[in-house]
Every structure is written in structure tokens, then in C-alpha cells.
């Protein structure tokens, strides 16, 4: 049986990517539809992600730049600084308790993960090869909403406006001219609104991979 939210906060350990993150109440707690988002950096670098599977082609060069955006627990960031040795890694967040679970994790895990306090990309300097982001996304409106299930989670990291796109679609508006390869995490219900909206900002759509939405400029 899963254990609930106020459970995975109590133990303080959440796996992810075959490895134990630590959590706390102020960071979300990582899902295993995130993990395809690691999945689809690793087949863009040529990296098998799945044992006994021919990896795809690479596409990016020896020493990516790769820019995780809402990095939260740092469960993206430094599962890639771990699987892709030698790639350049920033991640940021607006939160500074965030941040501190995040440096954390990197530290015992001994990842080389550069972290940054900014809101989205706006105090981020450079071009990246991939930018990465799963960003609050939750609609407060949706019918199949389970906000007792979500309560212990942190609001910052869960809801956003317009649909749950406002902060996807800024982003969007930031990474353009700035990203070889944008990775995005959503809902499928949200992905057409999203297909559409970074094709508008020179995106185009390169894979759908469960909740992951994969654009390269």
C-alpha cells in the first residue's frame, strides 16, 4: 500500500530514480511520473535509462549545460548531475527552504549540482542545452482534485493559475531563444493548451512521454 503524504514526511525519504531523497514539508514530494523527465534528458544525451534497451541517438553535445527550473528537492537535478558525470548542472527555485533541502540532497549524494535562488529564469545568466521544469501545474478547479490528499504538500510548489499553465507559459516565454531543448512536466489534459502555446514562442513539439512534454527550438 502507498503511503500518504503526512507518512512520506514523517519517515523524511522518498525513493526516486532508485535512489532516497530526503523531504521535508517544504518541498514536493517526488512522484514517479517526474522520472520519465530523467528519462528523456538520458535519450537525448544517448544514455540507455531503460537495461537491455538500444539508447537513442545522442543529440547533445559531450558537456550539456542543464538548467532545472522548480527544483524543489532537487530530485531532477541531482539524478542528472549523478547519471550524466561531467554535464553542467544549475538548478533554482524561489524558495530558500527548498533550496536548503535540495543542497542537501546533492551533498549526501554527492552530486555537483550548482543552486540558485530565482523566479524561473529571470536571475539566471546564459543559454542552456536543456532546461527542465516541473513547475506547479495543478488547477484548484479540477473536479478530480483531491485537496485533502494534497493539504500536507506545499501550496507554492502545487497550484498555479490560468488553468494551472500561468507559470509554464512564463517560463515558456523566458526559455525562448535561451534552450536548445525545453522539458516539461503537466497533466495530459493540459498538454494541447501547452503544445499550442510553445509552438506560438518557436517550440516545437519533439516527444510526449506520459506527463512530459519534450520541445526543441
Not at 502507498?2 to 530526503?22: C, N, P, T, W
Request: glycine residues 6%; hydrophobic residues 45%.
Amino acid at each position: 500500500m502507498a503511503l500518504s503524504a503526512q507518512e512520506i514526511y514523517k519517515h523524511g525519504v522518498m525513493d526516486f530514480y532508485g535512489r532516497d531523497f530526503m523531504v521535508t514539508p517544504d518541498v514536493l514530494i517526488p512522484r514517479p511520473e517526474t522520472e520519465m523527465m530523467v528519462d528523456a534528458v538520458l535519450d537525448l544525451a544517448g544514455k540507455p535509462f531503460v537495461a537491455g534497451v538500444k539508447p537513442s541517438r545522442r543529440v547533445l553535445n559531450e558537456v550539456p549545460r542543464i538548467l532545472d527550473v522548480g527544483t524543489g528537492s532537487g530530485c531532477i537535478a541531482v539524478t542528472l548531475g549523478l547519471e550524466l558525470v561531467g554535464a553542467k548542472i544549475t538548478a533554482v527555485d524561489i524558495s530558500d527552504t527548498a533550496l536548503r533541502v535540495a543542497r542537501e540532497n546533492a551533498r549526501m549524494m554527492g552530486a555537483k549540482v550548482q543552486f540558485l535562488k530565482s523566479d524561473l529564469m529571470e536571475d539566471v545568466c546564459g543559454d542552456f542545452d536543456v532546461v527542465v521544469a516541473n513547475l506547479p501545474y495543478v488547477d484548484r478547479d479540477w473536479e478530480w482534485l483531491d485537496t485533502k490528499a494534497l493539504s500536507i504538500e506545499p501550496e507554492l510548489a502545487l497550484y498555479a493559475e490560468n488553468g494551472g499553465c500561468a507559470l509554464i507559459f512564463e517560463l515558456i516565454r523566458q526559455a525562448s531563444n535561451r534552450t536548445k531543448f525545453l522539458i516539461l512536466e503537466a497533466d495530459p489534459s493540459q498538454h494541447d493548451r501547452i503544445i499550442d502555446f510553445a509552438k506560438q514562442e518557436g517550440f516545437s513539439l519533439r516527444e510526449e512521454r506520459g506527463f512530459a512534454l519534450v520541445f526543441n527550438s
